[in-house]
């Protein structure tokens, strides 16, 4: 059990629209009980009907106000809480979500039992898991990622020829549409959809899978959470697209490497009391 919500940041799917309906029940039930209200950049311009008569809504918090939150809210699905993992990063507020989208693996409290839930988890019966992360450096910018780093072919090229090694030791190479190093949240996103393995949320590791290889012979690999991922580019023409959590950040050039390391604790993801990862991977998937 955690500590009563006084405060709480509120984050919206990127969609107006998605969430206005949800965001007046969560407003009117947050004034009820008496919590503060913190927006982040850009919430109130997307609501300004919504927002324009609550007054003990701030109109627009910074990162370090945020950090007082004892909550961030999230109204949308898994997109909307990546998105809050990103911006609450190494602030220790912990994000739960109330599932506006289609899966939603992060974000697990239905719209339809937000009256009931809600007031339960501002009274503090929620529990909090530390999510570990990925960092990969690319031209001197470390990026990191909740679910996971994905090298891929571009759409006009040809396949990839990669290499990879773990602590040195080299594992792979071959001709692959890409690679994926997906971390244990991460686990049942792309890594899934390859045959990966599912790692449970407190596995101290990571997965190493190829997309589409041309070989016989490639496995998934899971490495240990102190394990450094070197990744080659072996082409000598192909640049491959470097995707952090479905976002593209840049590309690895023919012939250059790049590092990739697990952080243990990037961000921290809230469940309902009686949620758990596993319950929702076996509704979700199975």
Avoid at 168 to 189: E, H, I, K
Avoid at 226 to 236: F, G, H, K, Q, V
Wanted: hydrophobic content about 40%; some cysteine; charged content about 20%.
């Amino acid at each position: 059990m955690s500590e009563r919500v006084h405060s709480a940041a509120l984050m919206t799917h990127k969609a107006p629209s998605v969430s206005e309906g949800a965001l007046n029940k969560v407003l009117a039930l947050l004034r009820n009980e008496g919590v503060e209200v913190h927006l982040p950049p850009g919430e109130r311009g997307k609501h300004p009907e919504v927002f324009a008569g609550e007054r003990h809504v701030c109109c627009r918090s910074s990162r370090e106000e945020v950090s007082k939150a004892d909550l961030c809210l999230v109204l949308g699905g898994d997109g909307t809480m990546l998105r809050a993992f990103r911006y609450t990063q190494g602030l220790g507020v912990p994000v739960l979500g109330i599932n506006l989208g289609n899966v939603g693996f992060f974000a697990t409290m239905r719209p339809d039992s937000v009256s009931e839930e809600l007031p339960v988890v501002i009274a503090g019966e929620y529990e909090v898991y530390p999510l570990a992360g990925l960092e990969a450096s690319l031209d001197s910018v470390v990026h990191s990622a909740i679910n996971d780093i994905v090298l891929i072919r571009h759409q006009e090229g040809g396949v990839c020829h990669l290499s990879y090694s773990l602590n040195d030791v080299n594992m792979f190479q071959c001709r692959a549409d890409g690679l994926v190093t997906a971390t244990p949240a991460g686990s049942s996103a792309y890594n899934l959809a390859l045959g990966g393995p599912i790692l449970g949320p407190g596995v101290g590791g990571y997965v190493v899978s190829l997309i589409a290889p041309h070989t016989l012979k490639s496995r998934p690999v899971v490495a240990a959470d102190t394990d450094t991922l070197r990744i080659t580019n072996e082409s000598p023409h192909e640049a491959a697209a470097v995707m952090v959590d479905g976002m593209k950040v840049g590309q690895l050039n023919p012939e250059e490497s790049m590092v990739v390391r697990m952080k243990r604790e990037l961000a921290q993801v809230a469940f309902s009391k009686g949620d758990s990862f596993y319950g929702h991977f076996r509704d979700r998937f199975l």
